[in-house]
């Protein structure tokens, strides 16, 4: 069982929801990433999504696009990225790390190449945003056999047939996102999000996260209500961002947000 798979299950036995909070890796400064992740499982994340600083991120909004720019301005690169994962994992043998980023730094690595070296830096996931359902059979074998797994992002406009096949390509969860937009867009509808949810369980058998439009802890307690996890990105990133002149003053804001995200998804338990 994978380190995902393992939290997934173990959190449902427990009767909690995942914390699964995103950075974008190198923001503000690469040397600071790693603290920020030791951060963020301090205040009770189960899983990390690190996105990997991208120069055209189509599905992020502005908050995530500045994050990239911050990142990319000191040169982070995927290869940075893979060696973040590796210092983390030195203090952190435990807690999922999932890479969330775009097709090009990995194409441009090579898919077999960088399976590799994610597996030997820790990494436990894999999130390619602009991987299609087409591509995949391509991909997915790549990433599993490195025991990496393949996770796909479902949105509200996806078909039944999308599911089905994504039910056979990916592994870990699927993110469900939970707005027709960009990250950070607009605000939850939570009886939405119910509504797909349930259709998702209907067609494959993996945890499902939602994410795209949860800030806050009233968020992530309406969302927890019916997702197995719940992602929480731009509210974070724009904490970063908000102190990126006093690097060293985010951990300890990052950690308090993730408190109180526990909080409100360990109420619902």
């Known amino acids: 069982m994978s380190r995902i798979a393992d939290t997934f299950s173990r959190l449902r036995t427990e009767g909690r ?3 699964v ?3 974008t890796a190198g923001d503000p400064h690469p040397d600071h990433s790693v603290s920020y992740m030791h951060a963020l499982v301090r205040g ?11 120069s055209d991120p ?3 909004g502005p908050i995530i696009q ?3 720019e911050r990142a990319l301005k000191h040169g982070t690169s995927l290869r940075d990225v893979l060696g973040m994962v590796a210092r983390f994992r030195a203090d952190d043998d435990a807690t999922p790390v999932v890479l969330m980023g775009y097709l090009n730094p990995i194409e441009r690595f090579g898919f077999e190449d960088f ?3 994610a597996r030997t830096a820790g990494v436990d996931g894999v999130l390619i945003v602009d991987l299609s359902v087409d591509e995949a059979p391509d991909v997915a074998p790549q990433l599993r056999a490195q025991g990496l797994d393949c996770i796909f992002l479902l949105a509200p406009t996806s078909t039944g047939a999308r599911m089905k096949a994504i039910a056979s390509l990916g592994s870990g969860y699927v993110y469900y996102v939970s707005l027709k937009g960009v990250t950070g867009a607009a605000s939850l509808d939570p009886a939405d999000v119910a509504t797909h949810v349930a259709e998702i369980r209907e067609n494959l058998e993996l945890p499902v996260a939602v994410g795209f439009g949860v800030r806050d802890a009233a968020g992530a307690r309406a969302v927890g209500q019916h997702a197995d996890g719940v992602v ?3 509210a974070l990133v724009q904490r970063i961002a908000e102190l990126a002149e006093t690097p060293d003053a985010v951990p300890a804001v990052l950690e308090q947000a993730a408190r109180e995200l526990r909080d409100a998804l360990d109420a619902l338990a």
């Open 58 to 60: 189509m599905a992020d």
């Open 17 to 19: 929801r995942a914390l």
């Open 21 to 23: 909070p995103y950075i």
């Open 232 to 234: 929480v990105g731009s």
């Open 66 to 68: 500045l994050a990239c």
């Open 115 to 117: 399976a590799q070296a």
């Open 44 to 54: 009770g994340a189960d899983v990390l999504e690190l996105g990997v600083p991208f």
